[in-house]
């Protein structure tokens, strides 16, 4: 059971080491952030005060603790999460839970959350 | 949630105050909106530059370090591997690897995206990867291992993207697959899921305004059974879903104050549940005797249930003056399902049938024997009003209605006895639950004001935020006791578990919740301090339902009385007043912070269902990470101290109740009666690169 876990470590470790490998000397760019941008030194207009954004900044902060997507969450205010499985647990905002929130990860997938717990 | 990895998330979009139409639908609490990574398109050959919000350039440091930069990595530098004979193919990425002490957790991922520019074409192709697996933890106070919190997943995801003058094509393909994941508060594992998706997107900006379009399809297979440290004998229980639909939003600014939404939207949702038969008896064990074909045919739940959504909706936004704005928005959500006729185990009886048989076949005849559709139409609308006095401070005000109909084990779940019910339980509290044809969809009216304000000095010195709400929800959904209970099959007289049916009732929350930051000190000597912080509470109750909370133990007559004087049951699963406090600093790369999670106990809760009160706690987390220009390393320690605590949305600690009362009878499975603990001392590290 354990072989595949190897294989795949092993796998990561050997592109991690590619890499590294791959060095080149050049001119220094400014990194890009895949995904969204970075942390702003300047202060957003404050727009919206009924929502709060988790960014790419929060997500790789809380990335290396944390297994399971709603856990990246909890740190916002009013928002808590139902134990489930390792990586299935159900957000919960002020105390509403689950099906009674509107979850949508890119597209809607709401009631097969369901299928799982047994 | 759990269908997407972290690591495949570009942002999320958390609305906990009132949420506008256009955000919600089918639903009376807050949106979570997750945007997955998206492709990143970059302006051909010449290097990109990153850009902040509002065109200033984003730093990567946030003070200037008087400590000069690293003189030389031996890795690529991120944005510069090019490929192709005009270098119109640039590659970028990062590649991450994860190790988590605690409970031998590691995990990997990836993110490569490849960006392909040729005239005013622009093509980008974007890989995420992420796999990654644990076993139990342990308990804090160097206790035990938590049975059935282990697990491995994996998810793959491929988006193509095309981008012309304006109009961007997104196409996704995901794969997830669990192969198996423990459940400390379900009677069953996980042992396979397996989900597939399909969604395409196009965004385009025209001279009235912006389109967004998207079509999708999802399928799943999913199977329920025992992991071996729970139980050492199998008996599946398999989900198929499909979810498929389409959405259209256009977002039309008619004038300099006025800015409509329009949008339609259609969710269809088919569902077959079943456990498939067991002619032997062999997979109950010592349940039933071998040969008494007690379970000939497949038990069918769900037989070909649909559940379809067909939402429309308006919202105006306008800004009256400088100070204030309102935004107004009505939708119509039509919500239309069924499902086949069900199955038991035994559709005949035998003269040795056991009860609980009995009692469901005579239950799916009913069942059988009613008619099945049901058709809700739902109307939500919201008002919202927005003052802005002066720029950083901002105060709203709102109402929604907002409506949720029943979903399909709610209405249709048919067993009514025994341990069968509890298989229909995503509470995590132990119980049993039947549904109920005549359910009402649940409607809330929501409240609620916030305040915001931040330093606009420029220093950017302090932010602030507070947000009290109070919800009243008519026919809340929630567990009426039907007077059935059962024990842990097979140990007899041991803990007794509820038979609940689903009802509407009447229940109402209020809280508030709050965030903020200050910052402490700023130098290029000694980097950035703040001090960033913030508290939820939450109370609710169940206002048909008594609560017994302030009986003295055993006192029957005033348990009585306070169901009958109906004063408030507790809901299920409120995460008592609890707050995080962090330090947080920062100078050139590296950042470290001390974090603190105090939690007030557990002591208004949900006496209908058993739920047990926690204890009040607090953690201690510390974690540092350090970034170069291409490489990020994370070091932590959650649970510092080893704190031994119960997670107050937990939930009953099945695994370990029912395999020590399996093992050593029933005087041991009562003595292992618990919430779920949480848990301790964790040790993790992180290793990212980028290119």
């Known amino acids: 059971m354990y072989r595949p876990a190897l294989l795949r470590g092993a796998s990561a470790c050997a592109l991690i080491l590619a890499s590294l490998a791959t060095a080149k000397a050049q001119v220094s760019l400014p990194q890009i952030v895949v995904g969204a941008a970075q942390g702003t030194p300047t202060p957003p207009p404050l727009d919206k005060a009924n929502e709060t954004v988790v960014t790419q900044k929060e997500i790789v902060e809380e990335k290396p603790p944390e297994t399971d997507t709603a856990k990246l969450l909890e740190r916002q205010p009013g928002v808590s999460v139902y134990t489930g499985g390792g990586v299935s647990g159900l957000p919960a905002i002020r105390g509403l839970a689950d099906d009674r929130l509107k979850i949508v990860v890119g597209v809607e997938l709401h009631r097969s959350e369901h299928d799982r717990p047994r | ?691």
Request: glycine share 10%.
């Open chain 2, 1 to 691: 949630m759990s269908y997407t990895d972290p690591n495949t998330i570009g942002r999320v979009e958390v609305v906990t105050a009132v949420s506008s139409v256009s955000k919600g639908g089918d639903s009376i609490g807050g949106s979570i909106l997750v945007t997955p990574k998206s492709p990143v398109f970059a302006t051909p050959v010449v290097a990109p530059a990153v850009v902040g919000p509002g065109g200033a350039p984003a730093s990567p440091i946030v003070a200037a370090s008087p400590y000069p930069p690293v003189p030389y990595l031996p890795l690529p530098v991120p944005g510069t591997l090019r490929f192709g004979p005009n270098n119109e193919v640039l590659a970028t990425g990062t590649v991450s690897a994860f190790f988590r002490g605690n409970n031998n957790g590691v995990g990997v991922s990836a993110n490569i995206n490849m960006n392909i520019n040729m005239a005013n074409d622009h093509w980008s192709l974007l890989y995420n990867g992420s796999w990654q697996r644990a076993t139990n933890y342990h308990a804090g106070g160097n206790g035990d291992k938590v049975l059935s919190t282990n697990f491995m997943s994996e998810n793959h995801a491929v988006t193509l993207g095309y981008q012309n003058e304006g109009h961007l094509f997104t196409f996704r393909g995901a794969y997830q697959n669990i192969p198996y994941q423990g459940y400390p508060n379900q009677r069953m594992d996980m042992t396979r899921n397996r989900s597939y998706s399909l969604d395409a997107l196009y965004k385009g900006a025209f001279e009235w305004g912006t389109l967004e379009a998207r079509a999708y399809w999802h399928q799943v297979f999913h199977k329920m059974g025992f992991l071996e440290d729970r139980f050492w004998l199998n008996h599946p229980m398999i989900a198929l879903g499909r979810d498929f639909g389409y959405s259209v939003k256009a977002e039309i600014p008619y004038s300099d104050q006025d800015l409509f939404r329009i949008g339609n939207e259609f969710h269809g949702y088919r569902l077959q549940d079943y456990w498939p038969s067991d002619p032997t008896g062999f997979t109950q064990g010592f349940a039933t005797p071998p040969g008494s074909l007690s379970r000939p045919f497949a038990n069918v739940n769900i037989n070909g249930g649909q559940r379809n959504r067909f939402g429309t909706y308006v919202e105006w936004e306008r800004r009256w003056t400088p100070q204030w704005s309102s935004l107004i928005g009505v939708r119509n959500d039509i919500v239309w399902m069924d499902t086949g006729p069900g199955q038991s185990y035994t559709p005949f009886i035998f003269p040795n049938s056991p009860l609980i048989a009995r009692a469901n076949n005579l239950a799916v005849n009913i069942f059988n024997a009613q008619n099945r559709a049901r058709t809700d139409i739902n109307f939500d609308m919201t008002a919202l009003a927005r003052y802005e006095p002066e720029p950083g401070s901002l105060y709203e005000f709102g109402y929604s209605r907002k409506t949720r109909s029943p979903n399909l084990y709610e209405r249709y779940t048919w067993p009514v006895a025994g341990p069968f019910t509890a298989m229909f339980n995503w509470f995590g509290d132990g119980n049993g639950y039947t549904g109920n044809l005549n359910l009402k969809p649940e409607v809330a009216h929501n409240v609620a004001f916030t305040g915001a304000w931040r330093d606009m000095s420029g220093a950017n010195n302090w932010e602030a935020r507070i947000s009290p709400f109070y919800t009243y929800v008519e026919n809340y959904i929630d567990g009426a006791r039907t007077g059935g209970t059962f024990n842990t099959f097979p140990v007899a007289n041991s803990y007794i578990f509820q038979i609940m049916q689903f009802r509407n009732f009447n229940a109402e929350l209020y809280g508030v919740d709050g965030s903020g930051r200050v910052k402490l000190h700023e130098s290029p000597e000694y980097g950035r301090l703040q001090a960033v912080g913030v508290v939820s509470f939450v109370y609710g109750r169940n206002l048909d339902i008594g609560n017994p909370q302030y009986c003295p133990p055993g006192n029957g007559l005033c348990s009585v009385a306070s169901f009958l004087i109906k004063k408030g049951d507790g809901l299920w699963n409120l995460m008592p007043a609890n707050a995080r406090i962090a330090l947080e600093h920062q100078i050139g790369g590296l950042s470290m912070a001390a974090e603190t999670q105090l939690v007030a106990p557990k002591d208004h809760v949900s006496a209908n269902k058993g739920e047990f009160t926690t204890p009040a706690y607090a953690l201690l987390n510390l974690r540092a990470a350090y970034d170069w220009s291409n490489m990020r390393i994370d070091l932590g320690v959650d649970n510092v101290t080893d704190a031994l605590y119960s997670l107050p949305l937990g939930g009953f600690d099945l695994t370990n109740y029912s395999r020590n009362a399996f093992l050593f009878g029933r005087n041991a499975g009562l003595a292992s009666v618990r919430q779920v603990p949480g848990m301790g001392r964790n040790f993790y590290a992180g290793l990212t690169v980028r290119f």
